[in-house]
T-cell receptor
Framework: DTAVSQTPKYLVTQMGNDKSIKCEQN?????MYWYKQDSKKFLKIMFS???????INETVPNRFSPKSPDKAHLNLHINSLELGDSAVYFC????????????FGEGSRLTVL | DAKTTQPPSMDCAEGRAANLPCNHS???????VYWYRQIHSQGPQYIIH???NNETNEMASLIITEDRKSSTLILPHATLRDTAVYYC?????????????FGQGTTLQVKP
């Protein structure tokens, strides 16, 4: 069983569209994250949720809206997609907020044309 | 910004030890050093972490200098599958808002 799973793995879409990426973890962790890795390979934290509550928001445009229906799921919805949103988005989880040992998913590669 | 600096790339012969250095001269007394790696097209993978003492697990060893301003990750017998980008990270913030800020990392190429 995959510990942190993301869908879809690949997503190609046009500018202006709205898309979602889903993430699920089966580790029983309380905390989940979204990271973005751009074309230069920098990994940047975007959001962190602890037990469905937002605890970190790294000044991400409000076109990005995370939603956590329960502590095992953290979805990322992106409105009005722009070219600069093209990246690989990684979901991760940890046992508790602020922990340094994160478990990452395999990533979702988003390409905006 | 990341609080660490690493060489952008290194080579290592298969079967030999890979020693990856990291500078973190502005580290605070209670900040841990974490190491992750990212194999091509995969998510980052936790390797090891430490505060003051040297640490060892089934993947690697972590040597932290006495002044804590630098550390070295050691892969004792590198294999081709260890080819990856290795990130040295000092967790910033405290409590629930502590977070990992990834830098550029070191691309380790293990050669046959």
């Amino acid at each position: 069983d995959t510990a942190v799973s993301q869908t879809p793995k690949y997503l190609v879409t046009q500018m202006g569209n709205d898309k979602s990426i889903k993430c699920e973890q089966n580790l029983g962790h309380d905390t989940m994250y979204w990271y973005k890795q751009d074309s230069k390979k920098f990994l940047k934290i975007m959001f962190s949720y602890n037990n469905k509550e937002l605890i970190i928001n790294e000044t991400v445009p409000n076109r990005f809206s995370p939603k956590s229906p329960d502590k095992a799921h953290l979805n990322l919805h992106i409105n009005s997609l722009e070219l600069g949103d093209s990246a690989v988005y990684f979901c991760a989880s940890s046992r508790m907020p602020g922990a340094g040992e994160l478990f990452f998913g395999e990533g979702s590669r988003l390409t905006v044309l | 910004d990341a609080k660490t600096t690493q060489p952008p790339s290194m080579d290592c012969a298969e079967g030999r030890a890979a020693n990856l250095p990291c500078n973190h001269s502005t580290i605070s007394g209670n900040e841990y050093v974490y190491w992750y790696r990212q194999i091509h097209s995969q998510g980052p993978q936790y390797i090891i972490h430490g505060l003051k003492n040297n640490e060892t697990n089934e993947m690697a060893s972590l040597i932290i200098t006495e002044d804590r301003k630098s550390s070295t990750l050691i892969l004792p017998h590198a294999t081709l599958r260890d080819t990856a980008v290795y990130y040295c990270i000092v967790r910033v913030g405290s409590g629930n808002t502590g977070k990992l800020i990834f830098g550029q990392g070191t691309t380790l190429q293990v050669k046959p």
